[in-house]
């Protein structure tokens, strides 16, 4: 428990302290997805160096998961258009729950506890209207107890703002439906949105990408403890041009779009992965799998700080260091000032995010 | 522990080293892509000139012109990138699908308002995309809720218009296509194109994406779920030309696999011999509007072309694209 222990006393914000529940299963600090070499979709718990502490079979493959305030339980979704997530004590290995989406709707991937742990929201495809909903289950007994509009159009990743009940939501904009797959039937006129709610669902506030940026979906979020808000978009326009990938919100602002040159713009493809602050908040990254990179950026003066190539590099959240990742190549490391350092390698492929285990008040 | 050079050094597919890709540049540019937007705007000249002379939704020679010029871009739209996106030209030219019937509406509001925007191309140009291209053209000409809104002159106008634009659009896209060709030809700095293999990676992607929207898109739509079956969401279903889209865009999409492999023979063999397969079940596939799929057998054979497709996309992703330098990175495919 040393190293857990120095790893704690290195994390700036006393926010990012797990919760004791935690520490019945050695202890894990992260929580991945992945495919394993025997063809199974497996959830791992990780410590700070990337050893993997346990493992669960998913019934299919896995996108990301949610982990309780309190208790050692987590949340692992299916990839989209999943139906299913399942409740695993992370202690026993045992799935306590399995929570599948109403009649109509499909799970996106992502979901959030409320930060008393006694309420659980879920992003939904209410597909044959075309409508994004929040469907918001008892965190007890993963009985459904109702669902509210996202405020958009495909809601992907969700998040609760620190040290408040207030959820902010990724609306993607793009409209799927399962009879088709994974194909995109609104590109021209999509419309993604940042949306603000209360845990009743009502808008408090909407942040629209309009005019030349209606086609950057914002898809994945990242809070900072003072509530200044990540989010990383998936360009579906034309791919000879590269517009930014990365924005910051804070409430009551207008949006910043984070870019890195033009050059190194373009190895990206238009296509962010996942995002995360760092521990101390200083900087933000985005993984680009396409381009085989992890950009970061300094928060306040927005620009590019390093750009480390990393193949097939997704996962990605804070780190003892200042940031960690995983590759669709079994790779777990980890950032400092210049360099991208592996420090494990498991025999597996690790999904598209890293999900730290910490309580959000 | 290893250093990082080290591990992406080796993960890069051997393929990917050295090979010259202009050979295969040059033969996609001038063989395949320039030819179809020439073609493309040939075809829509003529139904922007028989339209002036003759509007009437039921006339053989309009039809006629229509279908030609709906062929010629089925025939061109997997070249879905550079001048084909700018602008949201490739929505202007099909705006479906369609899932809020915007294109019904955006038309009867325009006949309803009697929108002056039909007397100028400019003007109409800049109107709801739902309106516009071959899809708006087909309600027009196909939908009998159409022909009993507003009157005669009015419809008339409204259907020059869209042609008209429809025409417009090709001819632009002809032009920028001419001069974006030296992009791909010799991509470089002063490209958008970087080099060779980025290039072939937007070729392969077209490719890819154009036998995904065919698959998953055009059959997958109508044939929806076993307990429910979408027939009415067949792709230009009024005008009974939905088989043709897929037989068309697999025609155009195995010359274009041909091509890419042609360093390849082994590869090449393999999707000639899946497209031949897939173009076969299209075309012996005797239901032009896919009506059939809420029969037990004609859901059979529309599955059986969708899986045929599949295979083809199977052989592209698997034998192909690792000799592009295509990453298959488990999360670079993912587009979560």
Not at chain 1, 318 to 333: D, K, N, P, Q
Not at chain 2, 121 to 149: N, W
């Amino acid at each position: 428990m040393t190293n857990r222990r120095n790893f704690l006393a290195g994390l700036a914000a006393a926010s990012l302290t797990p919760a004791s529940g935690w520490s019945s299963v050695g202890a894990p600090v992260y929580l991945a997805a992945g495919l394993f070499p025997d063809g199974s979709y497996r959830l791992s718990g990780l410590d700070n160096a990337g050893a993997i502490l346990f493992s669960i079979p998913l019934p299919a493959r896995g996108h990301a998961a949610a982990a309780h305030p309190s208790k050692a339980q987590a949340v692992a979704f299916a990839r989209r258009p999943g139906t299913f997530a399942i409740v695993i004590d992370c202690k026993s290995g045992h799935v306590i729950k399995r929570l599948t989406a109403p009649k109509g709707r499909h799970f996106y991937g992502h979901g959030t506890f409320s930060a008393d742990g006694t309420r659980f929201f879920t992003t939904e495809n209410k597909y044959e209207a075309a409508e994004g909903v929040i469907g918001v289950w008892d965190a007890n007994s993963f009985v459904r107890l109702g669902e509210f509009a996202s405020g958009g159009v495909g809601p992907h990743d969700i998040r609760l703002m620190p040290g408040s009940d207030m959820l902010v939501i990724a609306n993607g904009g793009i409209e799927t439906h399962p009879d088709t797959g994974r194909t995109k039937l609104n590109l021209p006129t999509m419309l993604p949105n940042l949306a603000y709610v209360d845990l009743s669902g009502s808008v408090l506030a909407k942040v629209e990408l309009t005019g030349a940026q209606h086609k950057n979906s914002i898809r994945h979020l990242a809070v900072r403890s003072d509530g200044l808000v990540g989010f990383a978009m998936q360009w579906q326009g034309n791919q000879i041009k590269h517009p930014p990938l990365l924005g910051l919100h804070k409430l009551g602002e207008i949006p910043r779009l984070l870019s890195a040159p033009e050059r190194q713009q373009s190895d990206l493809q238009g296509y962010a992965g996942s995002i995360a602050f760092s521990t101390d908040g200083h900087s933000v990254a985005i993984t680009c799998p396409r381009g085989n990179t992890l950009h970061r950026f300094d928060v306040t003066s927005g620009a590019l700080m390093n750009a480390y190539t990393l193949e097939d590099v997704c996962g990605l959240g804070a780190g003892a260091e200042g940031l960690v990742f995983t590759t669709g190549t079994g790779a777990f490391g980890s950032l400092n000032a210049a360099h991208a350092k592996i420090s494990s390698r498991q025999d597996c492929q690790w999904d598209n995010h890293l999900i730290p285990i910490q309580t959000t008040d | 522990m290893r250093s990082l050079t080290l591990f992406t050094a080796l993960l890069i597919p051997f393929g990917a080293y050295a090979q010259d890709r202009a050979p295969i540049l040059m033969d996609v540019t001038e063989t395949h892509i320039l030819p179809r937007f020439a073609q493309l705007a040939d075809a829509t000249d003529t139904l922007a000139t028989t339209v002036q002379a003759d509007c009437e939704p039921q006339s053989d020679t309009l039809r006629a012109a229509y279908s030609a010029a709906f062929d010629s871009w089925i025939s061109a739209s997997h070249l879905r990138f550079g001048p084909t996106e700018t602008d949201d030209r490739a929505f202007a030219m099909a705006f479906w699908p369609d899932t809020k019937g915007f294109t019904p509406k955006t038309l009867s509001r325009h006949i309803k308002d009697e929108d002056t925007a039909v007397e100028s191309p400019a003007a109409y140009a800049e109107t709801s995309i739902a309106g516009r291209g071959f899809l708006a053209l087909e309600r027009m000409l196909y939908d009998p809720a159409m022909a009993e809104q507003g009157n005669v002159a009015y419809r008339c106008a409204l259907i020059r218009a869209i042609a008209t634009d429809i025409d417009r659009n090709a001819d632009a896209m002809n032009a920028d296509w001419q001069s974006f060709a030296p992009n791909l030809t010799q991509p470089g700095d002063d490209s958008p194109y970087r080099s060779g293999d980025e290039a072939m990676q937007e070729l392969y992607r077209a490719l890819t994406t154009g036998l995904e929207f065919t698959a998953d898109t055009r059959l997958g739509r109508p044939l929806g779920t076993f307990e429910r079956p979408r027939p009415n969401r067949a792709e230009a279903r009024r005008s009974k030309r939905s088989l043709r889209h897929v037989e068309l865009s697999l025609i155009a999409l195995s010359d274009m696999a041909a091509r890419l492999s042609f360093d390849h023979p082994e590869i090449a063999a393999d999707l000639d011999t899946a497209f031949a397969q897939a173009i076969d079940r299209a075309q012996s596939l005797d239901d032009p509007a896919f009506a059939k799929v809420d029969t037990p057998l004609g859901r059979i054979r529309v599955e059986a072309l969708q899986q045929s497709i599949h295979k083809i996309r199977e052989i592209a992703s698997i034998e192909l694209g690792p000799t592009l330098g295509i990453s298959a990175g488990f999360n670079s495919l993912d587009g979560d």
